[in-house]
């Protein structure tokens, strides 16, 4: 009996620890719009080829037309600057938006 009440209690302990680690990891999370210089495909191409290998980069998202790049990246692992970085390495210029109201 003391082993069932033992593993119910490690078992709920558990799925109270995972969620907390999972809140945690959301929490850091941030997205950021980039207004750059791509004016084609390729640019894009260029983009999406390199800018998801970058420390904490979770999602990148081009959008040729409206000439801006969408990145959520980890807050504790990366940076505004160190997204508009390695943007300079593929020779695509970049700037934070600025906030919508």
Do not use: H, R, W
């Amino acid at each position: 009996m003391k082993k069932i009440v033992m593993i119910c209690l490690l078992a709920v302990m558990g799925f109270g620890l995972s969620d907390a680690m999972a809140q945690k990891k959301n929490a850091a999370l941030k997205t950021t719009v980039f207004i750059t210089d791509v004016d084609c495909e390729n640019c894009a191409k260029k983009i999406d080829n390199s800018l998801p290998f970058q420390k904490g980069v979770k999602e990148v998202k081009v959008d040729v037309p409206s000439k801006t790049v969408t990145v959520t990246y980890d807050a504790t692992k990366s940076s505004d600057a160190a997204i508009i970085k390695a943007l300079k390495k593929v020779k695509i210029n970049a700037e934070v938006a600025p906030a919508k109201k």
